[in-house]
């Protein structure tokens, strides 16, 4: 399929290493219509809480929390495509400490956690993760940790806080010419928020990255428009992500569908 792009108001970058752009003020979105809502996004819990295929909510251990093993997860989530969450502890060299692939049938996800380590104490990132039916991420949060050999657990509370909220576009949105990519984020530095359009083959059409607006306004607010052209419809994942600040990895992410007109 061919595909050309032109990028809003400035050359195309490598999509390898994307230069830091700030977000417009004043983008205006384009006329769309909205396709039928999808079946099956989302699942109810005990307690008829909705859980999004976008969330993932890491109620326990909470950032800062100081554990031994093996680590008690409490979280609340809807499982991928596959019927299963990837759950990886990572260290602050970004190597693979612990990885586990397992099924998910309801909305409460809990497990217990082992893990090995030979200079206690050690900072780490325990990731929580879901794939769509096309090997995207689906989606992700993250917390980071200090993992000890022995002594005390000092757990942190989590929370159902979303990190990042995508306001535009909408999930199975139908549009043509200008992508409005609006929302809030609670970030947790001042580095740039990483946006990427990715094709259901896995190819990374765009890559960039923006400031927010407001790095002092809690959320912060996030803004940029592209401008991306195709010859037939295509379907490409609007997807969000931070970076960790302290430990490498994805910290949090979002993502939405859209159905790009010609």
Not at 119 to 129: E, G, I, N
Not at 209 to 223: G, K
């Amino acid at each position: 399929m061919a595909l050309s792009l032109l990028l809003a108001g400035c050359a195309a970058a490598p999509a390898a290493s994307p230069t830091p752009t700030k977000p417009s003020s004043t983008a205006q979105p384009t006329a769309t219509e909205t396709a039928p809502p999808i079946d099956a996004t989302e699942i109810a819990d005990i307690n008829n809480n909705a859980i999004s295929i976008a969330d993932i909510f890491i109620l326990s251990p909470g950032s800062g929390s100081q554990v031994s093993s093996p680590i008690a997860i409490d979280a609340r989530l809807q499982a991928g495509a596959d019927g299963h969450v990837i759950v990886e502890l990572s260290d602050q060299a970004g190597r693979i400490l612990v990885r586990q692939v397992l099924g998910a049938s309801t909305a409460e996800f809990a497990m217990q956690l082992p893990f090995e380590v030979s200079r206690p104490p050690l900072p780490a990132r325990l990731t929580l993760r879901t794939v769509d039916g096309y090997g995207r991420t689906q989606a992700l949060n993250s917390v980071e940790l200090i993992l000890l050999g022995e002594g005390q657990t000092n757990i942190v509370p989590g929370n159902e806080q979303s990190h990042i909220t995508l306001s535009q576009p909408t999930d199975r949105q139908q549009i043509s010419g200008e992508i409005v990519i609006s929302g809030t984020a609670y970030t947790a530095s001042n580095r740039p928020l990483s946006i990427q359009l990715i094709t259901r083959e896995g190819r990374v059409l765009v890559a960039r990255e923006i400031y927010t607006q407001d790095e002092l306004s809690r959320p912060a607010i996030f803004e940029t428009v592209l401008n991306v052209k195709v010859n037939e419809p295509t379907w490409l994942q609007v997807a969000v992500s931070e970076r960790g600040y302290n430990i490498p990895g994805t910290a949090h992410f979002s993502a939405v569908e859209v159905l790009l007109l010609p």
